[in-house]
């Protein structure tokens, strides 16, 4: 049972792990709720900060990862096109058309890997910047706004889809609320790339888990995700990990977590506080599958 409270805004929590400060990166404080093991970001960083932090271009073009190293999502949009494809392979198990809300869209992508022929896609992205790029550089049609502000009709969208976006969102339950009303009784709700703090590198790596990022409200598990979605009126159909058609499953990457795996484990015993950061690793991100229930949400 999961107390009145506990809308993804659990009020009894216990301590779960201090994030430090790395590389000029703020830290974060995550805590547990005490109900139902949801691992949220307590305090959160300040509206200027959430502010500053999506509408810096930067954020597209020139990222840094947790071990500093440069990325630049526009530029690896190219090799990103294989995982949607894989993605739309998966939904399509499901359903084969009809309408689609792209929500977090980006530059578009997965509407590019989408056959127009069968699918009518709406997508929504909260920075103008990314969705003016994919207009102009993909001719994709993506709406700058923000999809808890869009005027949608209820029962309307066949699937709705959310990767890489629901722990960076400020009000999860009522996205996944929104989620529920605008799909059809049946209709899919896929949250892909969702991180897991369940994974064997989150609790093994802990601070040093590469996914910890002040911008990160929200860290689910296929336990608490679940949860959460069963109250909305959904029930979940399939949980994947998606890491081995990812360009992360390699032999390169595979030996230097085992090896990175190790050093973490010979500190611990040695009582060494250095940080080992973890690398892309099976478990670290679940792709959940969902149907909207024919119930009402609660
Ligand atoms: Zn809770």
Same mark, same amino acid.
């Given at each position: ?148 502000? #869009? ?17 960076? #969102? ?129």
């Amino acid at each position: 049972m999961i107390p009145s409270h506990c809308r993804l805004e659990c009020a009894t929590t216990k301590p779960y792990l201090v994030v430090p400060e790395n590389q000029g990166m703020a830290g974060s404080v995550l805590v547990q709720c005490a109900a139902c093991s949801l691992v949220i970001e307590s305090p959160r960083p300040s509206r200027e900060k959430i502010d500053a932090f999506y509408s810096n271009e930067a954020l597209w073009t020139n990222s840094r990862d947790a071990e500093g190293n440069q990325r630049s999502y526009v530029n690896e949009l190219l090799a990103k096109r294989p995982q949607f494809d894989d993605l739309v392979q998966r939904i399509e198990r499901f359903r084969r058309g009809g309408r689609l809300l792209d929500v977090a869209a980006g530059a578009g992508l997965l509407e590019k890997s989408l056959d127009p022929a069968r699918w009518q896609v709406v997508g929504v992205e909260s920075s103008r910047y990314i969705a003016e790029f994919g207009a102009r550089e993909l001719n994709t049609r993506v709406t700058a706004g923000y999809f808890e502000d #869009m005027a949608l009709e209820p029962a309307s969208f066949d699937v709705v889809v959310m990767k890489y976006a629901l722990d960076h #969102m400020e009000r999860p339950w009522d996205v996944l609320v929104k989620a529920r009303e605008i799909l059809k009784p049946g209709g899919l709700l896929v949250i892909a790339d969702l991180i897991n703090i369940d994974s064997f590198s989150a609790r093994f790596f802990a601070e040093g888990h590469r996914l910890f990022h002040p911008m990160h409200f929200t860290y689910f598990s296929a336990k608490t995700i679940g949860t959460h979605l069963q109250r909305i009126g959904f029930e979940v159909i399939q949980v994947e990990r998606p890491f081995m058609k990812t360009p992360y499953c390699n032999a390169k990457n595979l030996r230097t977590f085992a090896g990175r795996v190790v050093r973490r484990a010979l500190n611990k015993f040695r009582g060494n506080n250095e940080k080992v950061f973890s690398t892309a690793f099976y478990g670290n991100m679940i792709d959940v599958f969902a149907v909207a229930s024919s119930g009402n949400p609660s």
